[in-house]
């Protein structure tokens, strides 16, 4: 059983940054894709950023492409987001999520995909 918890939320004004973090418990760490996804009041949870166990790899929603940044440090048990240029349409509940894979290169922007959820840290953009 695997435990994340995200951190790093808050208020910001557009065009500022946040670094979202989500610590993993309970699992090897590096046995895990792992993926960020928001869920935006009244809307369905979507897909943000992705990145492989290794970290080689990662894959971003268009809508953030260029803007944030996922990476992992495998030593430490975290996943991190960073935010840059945000907007006020990017103000939502961000979750991490722990996907269990067999291949070290592989992600999935699937929600179903993944195994563990985090309990997600609200994140506000002012205008």
């Known amino acids: 059983q695997v435990q994340l918890v995200e951190s790093g939320g808050g208020l910001v004004q557009a065009g500022g940054s946040l670094r979202l973090s989500c610590a993993a418990s309970g699992g090897t760490f590096s046995k895990y894709a792992m993926g960020w996804f928001r869920q935006a009041p009244g809307k369905e949870r979507r897909f943000v950023a992705a990145?492989?166990?290794?970290?080689?790899?990662?894959y971003y929603a268009g809508s953030v492409k260029g803007r944030f940044t996922i990476s992992r440090d495998n030593a430490k048990n975290t996943v991190y987001l960073q935010m840059n240029s945000l907007k006020p349409e990017d103000t939502a509940v961000y979750y991490c999520a722990a996907d269990l894979r067999n291949d070290e290169q592989g992600y999935s922007d699937w929600l179903e995909a993944y195994d563990y959820w985090g309990q997600g840290t609200q994140v506000t953009v002012s205008s």
């Open positions: 990145i492989a166990r290794s970290g080689g790899t990662t």
